[in-house]
């Protein structure tokens, strides 16, 4: 029955069965010859104008033989579908490509004239850069797959769709370089989006639920970005790339922790300013998350550690504070944290009052009032901007910095040392599609130390890094 | 993951190794060497040279200890052998244990901690040994740089408050006192026993033996220079300086202003000791996991072996001058034999065919 009769009018009664939606229209015209088409297309995602001139136009004029081959012939339209079952011809109309059936048809024709809603190519506003490209990914999948190739001109580059959502029949792209990419991780990730069975897939976020294999886990194991221009470089070092439609964020595997100590500036400014500012990185992420820990340890446990000027200073800071200091600087960090979410879900014109009230009221009159003291709020300040400058891996670093400050609080530094121990350990352990994250540190990858925290001239990486094992090993001729 | 690369053995030769013999050991070989602290280190290091030497060439059948043991004894001897060692290596850990308990209160806490301090480390070595041996060698890859980096800052800040004219005259202490300190030091150098448990975890290549030696004493030599630099700082103090490796920086003279910048080398000192301390533990899993035919999963193994340690530590906690006594003097002997010994003797087990 899921089949088309050639009878119009119980072929477009199926397609109503199935597609009884208000916004499913049905557009009935006759050709030169009298002949009798229909167009079933929903109304909201297709367009109209391009309908008209592709397919309608076209055919009021037709005169010829009446097979799907040569209606096809006919339609300007490039990109034209011929399907024989009612149920894929319904699932084309819901993707915005209009179907067309007539007496006597032998298959239904599904014309490519969807209609678009994107959003202009614009700078990401999570990855700003001074130098270099500002286009970013937008909600379009298509758009997207368009920047990659606008970088990428290669027959090399394959580009992979697959639907995934029962419902929302959402498009994923997965983008690789043949000859380069590792095939196992191609298959892999095709693999696992065959697998993956959900209602609706709303962003690509979910889809590294899927691509992770501890899901749960604090460390990530899908690299993430909303620019064009690094997700080519990525995919040219042999990473494989997921785009989703809907989402402006696509998705890199494998991924290695050292990625995100990198910024697409790096590769546009002097090779010992770009080793500068990612050691920078590196010292800015580790103060922020130990700073705060030791600053609790040494009050508790070991005020030796404080040079003596420095001792006293802080001594007079926190004269009268009634707080214990573990209370203390998780309270400030509550109210850091607090104060952070608000500010990216609240409204930009509240956003200057929020500034105002966190800095002046809560920051100035917590000291006055003697609630917190000035070196616990200062070490919270400078910890809550530390870790912002490696801001991909803001969710896993926030929350080592509470537990290191628990850890500290609890046991001292030798807690915070045993943590640090038991995080490398773990770490170790974490892989990505076969790749250790902590490459190329752990295991040691000399080669590719040349662009993880310190970046060498552009001469001198002329191999593609090692950890992603990618068949084509040089990348640009000695 | 599954296996080692000689890189990462090397590295633990040259920079893990070294760093567990940085606590008590140069005190106690002051105590019976006095100035010539380091000859009887470098006996003991020049016999573990060697047998990390023949534990390498043993380990060219590329097969794991408990299938080259098998192959010579039987899986029951293996068994019994793997048992013996699952026991020295938890004895082994006791002491390493203890002494870096006694490090962590004295060093980071400005008062005695309640013991509860200590602890986390049994959560943590229990998480450590419960993952395969083979896995150390990622660890090893970054706790290299980090060793690295803390032995020479510390160096750095010691070595100009060091006279070392002060091991001047060589041979003062006699044969006796060489004698002395080489049995009270003995507990320290069971590295070749570790070793045997990395065999079959890593591809032999050529030439592999004696680089693995050759690195095994370069760490070694970083040791005796620790040694030399810490008796020209003490000199006859030297005796009572117990966890050495804390004390030597502390005279840099700008300290005074900076504040104590060598805990920053301290704490990752101490972040090596950490895993240096519970890889015994892990051995002592492996041999248990091993001697049970993988019967006994290493989660399980890992939980007990860390109970036991635990248990050990406690009741030794209020007798560590009597532990200490009980270990230097009666029974030193334990080490040489099955941390030096055994391990070199390996090299004459009949070996399995080499899979290839």
Same mark, same amino acid.
């Given at each position: 029955?899921?089949?088309?009769?050639?009878?119009?009018?119980?072929?477009?009664?199926?397609?109503?069965?199935?597609?009884?939606?208000?916004?499913?229209?049905?557009?009935?015209?006759?050709?030169?010859?009298?002949?009798?088409?229909?167009?079933?297309?929903?109304?909201?995602?297709?367009?109209?104008?391009?309908?008209?001139?592709?397919?309608?136009?076209?055919?009021?004029?037709?005169?010829?033989?009446? &097979?799907?081959?040569?209606?096809?012939?006919?339609?300007?339209?490039?990109?034209?579908?011929?399907?024989?079952?009612?149920?894929?011809?319904?699932?084309?109309?819901?993707?915005?490509?209009?179907?067309?059936?007539?007496?006597?048809?032998?298959?239904?024709?599904?014309?490519?004239?969807?209609?678009?809603?994107?959003?202009?190519?614009?700078?990401?506003?999570?990855?700003?850069?001074?130098?270099?490209?500002?286009?970013?990914?937008?909600?379009?999948?298509?758009?997207?797959?368009?920047?990659?190739?606008?970088?990428?001109?290669?027959?090399?580059?394959?580009?992979?769709?697959?639907?995934?959502?029962?419902?929302?029949?959402?498009?994923?792209?997965?983008?690789?370089?043949?000859?380069?990419?590792?095939?196992?991780?191609?298959?892999?990730?095709?693999?696992?989006?065959?697998?993956?069975?959900?209602?609706?897939?709303?962003?690509?976020?979910?889809?590294?639920?899927?691509?992770?294999?501890?899901?749960?886990?604090?460390?990530?194991?899908?690299?993430?970005?909303?620019?064009?221009?690094?997700?080519?470089?990525?995919?040219?070092?042999?990473?494989?790339?997921?785009?989703?439609?809907?989402?402006?964020?696509?998705?890199?595997?494998?991924?290695?922790?050292?990625?995100?100590?990198?910024?697409?500036?790096?590769?546009?400014?002097?090779?010992?300013?770009?080793?500068?500012?990612?050691?920078?990185?590196?010292?800015?992420?580790?103060?922020?998350?130990?700073?705060?820990?030791?600053?609790?340890?040494?009050?508790?446990?070991?005020?030796?550690?404080?040079?003596?000027?420095?001792?006293?200073?802080?001594?007079?800071?926190?004269?009268?504070?009634?707080?214990?200091? &573990?209370?203390?600087?998780?309270?400030?960090?509550?109210?850091?944290?607090?104060?952070?979410?608000?500010?990216?879900?609240?409204?930009?014109?509240?956003?200057?009052?929020?500034?105002?009230?966190?800095?002046?009221?809560?920051?100035?009159?917590?000291?006055?009032?003697?609630?917190?003291?000035?070196?616990?709020?200062?070490?919270?300040?400078?910890?809550?901007?530390?870790?912002?400058?490696?801001?991909?891996?803001?969710?896993?670093?926030?929350?080592?910095?509470?537990?290191?400050?628990?850890?500290?609080?609890?046991?001292?530094?030798?807690?915070?040392?045993?943590?640090?121990?038991?995080?490398?350990?773990?770490?170790?352990?974490?892989?990505?599609?076969?790749?250790?994250?902590?490459?190329?540190?752990?295991?040691?990858?000399?080669?590719?130390?040349?662009?993880?925290?310190?970046?060498?001239?552009?001469?001198?990486?002329?191999?593609?890094?090692?950890?992603?094992?990618?068949?084509?090993?040089?990348?640009?001729?000695? | 993951?599954?296996?080692?690369?000689?890189?990462?053995?090397?590295?633990?030769?040259?920079?893990?190794?070294?760093?567990?013999?940085?606590?008590?050991?140069?005190?106690?070989?002051?105590?019976?060497?006095?100035?010539?602290?380091?000859?009887?280190?470098?006996?003991?290091?020049?016999?573990?040279?060697?047998?990390?030497?023949?534990?390498?060439?043993?380990?060219?059948?590329?097969?794991?200890?408990?299938?080259?043991?098998?192959?010579?004894?039987?899986?029951?001897?293996?068994?019994?052998?793997?048992?013996?060692?699952?026991?020295?290596?938890?004895?082994?850990?006791?002491?390493?244990?203890?002494?870096?308990?006694?490090?962590?209160?004295?060093?980071?806490?400005?008062?005695?901690?309640?013991?509860?301090?200590?602890?986390?480390?049994?959560?943590?070595?229990?998480?450590?040994?419960?993952?395969?041996?083979?896995?150390?060698?990622?660890?090893?890859?970054?706790?290299?740089?980090?060793?690295?980096?803390?032995?020479?800052?510390?160096?750095?800040?010691?070595?100009?408050?060091?006279?070392?004219?002060?091991?001047?005259?060589?041979?003062?202490?006699?044969?006796?006192?060489?004698?002395?300190?080489?049995?009270?030091?003995?507990?320290?150098?069971?590295?070749?026993?570790?070793?045997?448990?990395?065999?079959?975890?890593?591809?032999?290549?050529?030439?592999?033996?004696?680089?693995?030696?050759?690195?095994?004493?370069?760490?070694?030599?970083?040791?005796?220079?620790?040694?030399?630099?810490?008796?020209?700082?003490?000199?006859?103090?030297?005796?009572?300086?117990?966890?050495?490796?804390?004390?030597?920086?502390?005279?840099?003279?700008?300290?005074?202003?900076?504040?104590?910048?060598?805990?920053?080398?301290?704490?990752?000192?101490?972040?090596?000791?950490?895993?240096?301390?519970?890889?015994?533990?892990?051995?002592?899993?492996?041999?248990?996991?091993?001697?049970?035919?993988?019967?006994?999963?290493?989660?399980?193994?890992?939980?007990?072996?860390?109970?036991?340690?635990?248990?050990?530590?406690?009741?030794?906690?209020?007798?560590?001058?009597?532990?200490?006594?009980?270990?230097?003097?009666?029974?030193?002997?334990?080490?040489?034999?099955?941390?030096?010994?055994?391990?070199?003797?390996?090299?004459?087990?009949?070996?399995?065919?080499?899979?290839?």
């Amino acid at each position: 029955m899921n089949k088309i009769t050639g009878t119009l009018r119980r072929d477009e009664a199926e397609l109503k069965r199935l597609l009884p939606a208000e916004d499913v229209l049905t557009f009935p015209f006759r050709g030169q010859d009298g002949r009798e088409f229909l167009l079933v297309f929903a109304d909201p995602v297709t367009d109209k104008e391009l309908l008209g001139e592709q397919v309608i136009r076209p055919l009021g004029d037709y005169g010829g033989g009446m &097979s799907a081959k040569e209606v096809a012939e006919c339609l300007t339209s490039p990109e034209i579908k011929q399907l024989s079952r009612v149920s894929d011809l319904a699932a084309e109309i819901l993707a915005g490509n209009p179907v067309l059936l007539w007496e006597g048809a032998d298959a239904g024709l599904a014309c490519g004239t969807k209609k678009v809603f994107a959003r202009a190519v614009a700078e990401p506003p999570t990855d700003v850069t001074v130098k270099g490209p500002r286009e970013g990914f937008v909600e379009d999948v298509k758009i997207n797959c368009a920047l990659v190739r606008k970088r990428l001109k290669t027959c090399e580059l394959r580009l992979h769709t697959v639907q995934i959502g029962r419902r929302s029949k959402t498009a994923v792209t997965v983008c690789y370089l043949d000859g380069i990419s590792d095939m196992a991780v191609v298959k892999q990730v095709k693999r696992i989006l065959r697998r993956i069975d959900i209602d609706v897939l709303p962003d690509s976020s979910y889809l590294i639920h899927f691509l992770s294999p501890k899901p749960h886990s604090l460390v990530k194991r899908v690299g993430t970005t909303e620019k064009p221009d690094i997700f080519c470089a990525k995919i040219a070092e042999g990473r494989v790339g997921i785009l989703a439609d809907g989402s402006p964020i696509a998705l890199t595997v494998p991924y290695l922790l050292a990625e995100d100590f990198q910024s697409a500036e790096d590769y546009f400014v002097p090779a010992a300013r770009a080793t500068f500012t990612r050691l920078l990185r590196l010292f800015a992420l580790l103060t922020a998350i130990y700073l705060p820990a030791f600053y609790i340890a040494a009050q508790l446990y070991k005020l030796q550690l404080f040079p003596v000027k420095l001792l006293l200073t802080i001594m007079g800071s926190i004269q009268g504070i009634p707080l214990s200091p &573990s209370l203390e600087m998780l309270l400030v960090l509550l109210v850091l944290e607090v104060l952070n979410e608000a500010s990216i879900r609240m409204p930009k014109y509240v956003g200057m009052a929020l500034s105002v009230v966190g800095a002046l009221v809560l920051g100035e009159t917590a000291v006055r009032a003697g609630f917190v003291s000035t070196p616990a709020i200062i070490i919270i300040a400078f910890s809550g901007i530390g870790l912002y400058a490696v801001p991909n891996l803001i969710e896993a670093t926030s929350v080592v910095r509470l537990l290191m400050l628990l850890v500290a609080g609890s046991t001292g530094p030798y807690g915070i040392i045993l943590f640090t121990a038991f995080l490398l350990c773990f770490l170790c352990r974490c892989e990505s599609f076969g790749t250790s994250v902590l490459a190329p540190f752990s295991p040691l990858i000399a080669r590719d130390l040349k662009d993880s925290l310190v970046k060498y001239e552009l001469s001198a990486l002329g191999m593609r890094p090692r950890a992603l094992n990618s068949k084509n090993k040089r990348r640009m001729a000695p | 993951m599954k296996e080692l690369s000689a890189r990462q053995l090397y590295f633990y030769f040259l920079c893990i190794a070294p760093v567990g013999k940085l606590i008590l050991m140069p005190a106690q070989l002051v105590s019976g060497a006095k100035n010539d602290l380091l000859f009887p280190a470098l006996l003991h290091m020049l016999l573990s040279a060697g047998a990390v030497f023949c534990v390498m060439l043993a380990a060219r059948a590329e097969k794991p200890l408990p299938e080259l043991l098998s192959a010579a004894f039987g899986r029951i001897g293996a068994a019994a052998i793997l048992f013996l060692f699952a026991a020295f290596f938890l004895f082994a850990a006791v002491f390493p244990l203890t002494e870096q308990m006694l490090l962590v209160q004295s060093v980071y806490y400005d008062t005695l901690p309640s013991i509860l301090s200590f602890l986390p480390f049994f959560l943590f070595s229990a998480y450590f040994c419960a993952r395969p041996f083979a896995e150390n060698g990622r660890i090893f890859d970054l706790l290299a740089p980090l060793s690295a980096l803390g032995f020479l800052g510390l160096m750095v800040l010691a070595v100009p408050s060091a006279d070392f004219s002060a091991l001047l005259p060589a041979g003062a202490a006699g044969g006796n006192g060489f004698l002395l300190a080489a049995c009270e030091s003995a507990l320290w150098f069971f590295d070749p026993a570790l070793l045997l448990l990395f065999a079959g975890r890593f591809r032999y290549r050529s030439g592999m033996a004696w680089k693995t030696a050759a690195f095994s004493l370069l760490g070694s030599a970083a040791v005796l220079f620790f040694l030399a630099v810490f008796y020209g700082i003490f000199s006859d103090l030297a005796l009572r300086q117990t966890f050495a490796f804390a004390k030597v920086s502390k005279y840099f003279s700008a300290i005074t202003v900076l504040g104590r910048i060598d805990y920053l080398f301290l704490c990752l000192l101490t972040l090596v000791m950490a895993f240096y301390a519970a890889l015994p533990l892990q051995a002592c899993c492996a041999c248990l996991h091993g001697g049970t035919n993988g019967k006994l999963p290493r989660p399980a193994a890992a939980c007990a072996v860390n109970a036991a340690a635990l248990a050990l530590l406690l009741l030794t906690r209020f007798r560590y001058a009597a532990l200490q006594e009980w270990l230097m003097h009666k029974l030193f002997w334990i080490f040489p034999l099955f941390g030096v010994l055994l391990p070199a003797l390996t090299l004459l087990l009949r070996r399995p065919r080499r899979a290839r």
